[in-house]
C-alpha cells in the first residue's frame, strides 16, 4: 500500500484537505497529515462572493495524526500540499523545506494546490525551471522562485508535479495525482 504524505496547519483550506484526504482512502492509499502541532486544526473556506479576491470563513476542524517534526519522507511514496493560508507559514520551517525537497530529489508524486506554492518560493531550486500553477495571486511568487507560470489552464502536470489553481479543480488535480501514484 502506497503511504500519501499530507502537509497542512491551521488555515488550511477545507475543501483542499478533506476532498485529496477522502479520495486516497476511498483508493487504498495509507494517508497521514502532518502539521506542526498535534492538535485539532482549524480549516477555512475561501469563497468567491462578488470580492476582488475570496473572502475567508471558518469550517471545520481536522485532526493531524502526524507532528511535522517526526516526519521522515523516505517513509512516503507521495506528497501532497493543500492551500489556504497554511502554507504562509508552513514554508518557513525547516524542516517543511527539507521534507518537501527530498519529494523533488526523489522524483516522487507531488500534489500542489492553490497556495501551496509558497512554499516552494522558500526553497526555489525545487521549481526553477519546472512549470506549474497555483492561485492567481501566487504567479508573481512562482516567477521569482524561477518557475513558469500555466495561466491558460487550472492544473499543469510537470513530469512529477501537479498543481492547480484552486478548490474547484479538485476533480482534475486528484485524477492528475492519482494517475502519477498508480505509475
Given at each position: 500500500m502506497s503511504k500519501v504524505l499530507i502537509l497542512a496547519g491551521?488555515?488550511?483550506?477545507?475543501?483542499?484537505?478533506?476532498?485529496?484526504?477522502?479520495?486516497?482512502?476511498?483508493?487504498?492509499?495509507?494517508?497521514?497529515?502532518?502539521?506542526?502541532?498535534?492538535?485539532?486544526?482549524?480549516?477555512?473556506?475561501?469563497?468567491?462572493?462578488?470580492?476582488?479576491?475570496?473572502?475567508?470563513?471558518?469550517?471545520?476542524?481536522?485532526?493531524?495524526?502526524?507532528?511535522?517534526?517526526?516526519?521522515?519522507?523516505?517513509?512516503?511514496?507521495?506528497?501532497?500540499?493543500?492551500?489556504?493560508?497554511?502554507?504562509?507559514?508552513?514554508?518557513?520551517?525547516?524542516?517543511?523545506?527539507?521534507?518537501?525537497?527530498h519529494f523533488f530529489a526523489e522524483n516522487k508524486p507531488i500534489g500542489a494546490i492553490c497556495h501551496a506554492s509558497q512554499i516552494f518560493e522558500a526553497i526555489p531550486e525545487v521549481i526553477n525551471g519546472r512549470t506549474l500553477t497555483a492561485y492567481t495571486a501566487c504567479k508573481p511568487g512562482v516567477e521569482l522562485a524561477g518557475g513558469t507560470y500555466v495561466s491558460d489552464t487550472t492544473y499543469h502536470v510537470d513530469g512529477n508535479l501537479v498543481s492547480a489553481h484552486a478548490w474547484p479543480d479538485l476533480p482534475v488535480f486528484m485524477r492528475e495525482f492519482l494517475k502519477l501514484l498508480d505509475k
Open positions: 491551521d488555515a488550511v483550506e477545507a475543501l483542499e484537505i478533506y476532498y485529496p484526504y477522502y479520495r486516497l482512502v476511498e483508493e487504498g492509499y495509507d494517508v497521514t497529515i502532518a502539521a506542526p502541532k498535534k492538535e485539532k486544526l482549524q480549516t477555512v473556506v475561501h469563497d468567491f462572493t462578488g470580492w476582488d479576491t475570496y473572502e475567508e470563513k471558518q469550517a471545520y476542524f481536522i485532526e493531524p495524526n502526524a507532528l511535522i517534526s517526526d516526519i521522515k519522507p523516505a517513509e512516503f511514496d507521495a506528497l501532497l500540499i493543500p492551500g489556504g493560508r497554511a502554507p504562509e507559514y508552513l514554508r518557513l520551517d525547516e524542516k517543511v523545506q527539507s521534507i518537501v525537497k
